[in-house]
């Protein structure tokens, strides 16, 4: 009798925690998946966009629409996914003390050093297009 209780009570624990785990695989919450939600990013990754993106692959989307085949050279739809994802960004980092994770903020930088020339244009008002 006790062999069967100490199973049940095994099972049962078994089952809990089986039940919390695919319950909260599909309520997976942190920076990346904030930013998911966002309709700026949405906006901003068009055709790359997936709900379940990692933080990797969303780096990786981030500097696929932003970033063009030449470093400095941007069309000016990329130029709108990063005007789209520069707010985005700033509001997630900036609330609470919460951090970008390092596999988005990388890729992240990266794209946004690529637009050190026009930064520094538009900063410097030689050509404010």
């Not at 009570?9 to 919450?29: H, K, M, N």
């Not at 700026?40 to 990754?45: G, M, P, T």
């Not at 520069?86 to 637009?115: K, S």
């Amino acid at each position: 009798m006790k062999t069967i209780t100490v199973a049940a009570a095994c099972l049962a624990v078994a089952a809990g925690i089986g039940t919390w785990l695919w319950i909260g695989s599909g309520t997976e919450s942190g920076p990346c998946q904030d930013l998911l939600r966002d309709k700026r990013v949405r906006s901003a990754l068009g055709a790359e966009y997936r709900s379940d993106l990692s933080c990797p692959a969303l780096g990786a989307a981030v500097k696929h629409v932003t970033m063009g085949a030449t470093p400095g050279r941007h069309s000016l739809q990329q130029a709108r996914s990063m005007q789209s994802l520069l707010p985005a960004m700033a509001d997630e980092a900036g609330t609470g003390g919460r951090q970008i994770p390092p596999a988005l903020a990388v890729p992240f930088a990266q794209a946004l050093a690529d637009y050190a020339d026009d930064t520094d244009q538009i900063l410097t008002s030689v050509n404010a297009d």
